[in-house]
Structures are given as structure tokens and as C-alpha cells.
């Protein structure tokens, strides 16, 4: 019986070498950066702007309903805060934290099916494709959802229940 020998078809062997070469970085090495483009600004649960209505009223009105000034909500203050407290540390750390009941990692990424039925229809309504949105959980009840693009995390969602996707009771 004869060995076969492979058969060169095409020399690819070549004297070029690259003038530069790019040093390509994991987003697990990089801080987090926000963006808000496609956060949810208008659900009465989920939204990422502050809930309280911010109005300046009439002290001299008796019945308490004139009101002089409305100003326009913000960015929720405990949403802000723990973003710029999470911005000095890598994705690889917030995504490695563990902890908690389940003793799982605090923040990952959560198939579309599994959160609960309003926010499958309201992912739905925003015109969200993705198969799966990145929780980034900021306290015990506190969660952030959102799509994680390289190392930066669009913010969709302000979850201040923990209701979006409600651990699984053990």
C-alpha cells in the first residue's frame, strides 16, 4: 500500500509583512460606557427618567393645583449614580460579580423569553431585535437592561422592582 502525499495547489508563501498591526482589546478589559439613544422613556415602570414630577407651585393658591413652573424630568439620580460609581471598574468585573440569594453572577445576559411577558411585548413595541438584553444589576432590587455592543451598554430599561426577570424562587 502507497502513502499519499499531499499535493501543493497553490504556494501562498509570501515575502510582504504588515506595515502596522491593530492590538485588538476584549471589551472585558475595558470600563463600561453608557449610552441612552434607545432607552425607554415613556414606561410608567421601566423608564430610565426620574418618576417624580418635578413642578414649582403657587404658595399663593389655597386649593394647591397652580402650578407656576414644570421643569422636564431627568435621568432617575439613583440610575446616574451607580452608573458613574460602575465606570471606574471593567466589564470583566461586573460581569464575574457574584453573589447574592442564587450565589450566580450579579449581571448577564437574559434570553428575550425569559422576562416576563409585558416587557417581551414591550421590547416588541420599541422595536428591540435582539435575542437576549444584558441585566447589569445595581443593588438587591435595582436592575438596568440593555443591549452590550463591545463596551458600550445601551440602556433600555431602569427595573427599580427586580420584576423584568424575577429570580427564580428556590
Not at 445595581?138 to 430599561?157: A, K, Q
Request: with cysteine; aromatic share 8%; proline share 4%.
Amino acid at each position: 500500500m502507497s502513502a499519499k502525499v499531499p499535493v501543493i495547489a497553490v504556494d501562498v508563501s509570501s515575502n510582504k509583512t504588515p506595515r502596522s498591526t491593530e492590538k485588538v482589546e476584549s471589551s472585558y478589559h475595558m470600563s463600561p460606557s453608557w449610552r441612552f439613544s434607545r432607552a425607554d422613556t415613556e414606561h410608567k415602570d421601566w423608564s430610565v427618567l426620574d418618576s417624580f414630577n418635578d413642578v414649582v407651585e403657587d404658595p399663593n393658591d389655597a386649593s394647591g393645583t397652580a402650578i407656576l413652573h414644570q421643569f422636564s424630568k431627568s435621568i432617575d439620580h439613583v440610575l446616574l449614580d451607580a452608573l458613574k460609581a460602575r465606570e471606574s471598574t471593567t466589564w470583566g468585573a461586573l460581569a464575574t460579580a457574584s453573589g447574592g440569594r442564587t450565589r450566580g453572577t450579579n449581571s448577564h445576559h437574559i434570553p428575550m423569553h425569559e422576562l416576563i411577558k409585558s416587557a417581551q411585548d414591550r421590547a416588541t413595541q420599541l422595536g428591540i431585535v435582539e435575542d437576549e438584553l444584558f441585566s447589569l444589576r445595581l443593588d438587591g432590587t435595582h436592575r438596568v437592561f440593555g443591549v452590550l455592543e463591545d463596551s458600550v451598554f445601551n440602556v433600555i430599561w431602569f427595573d427599580r422592582k427586580h420584576e423584568i426577570c424575577p429570580p427564580a424562587k428556590r
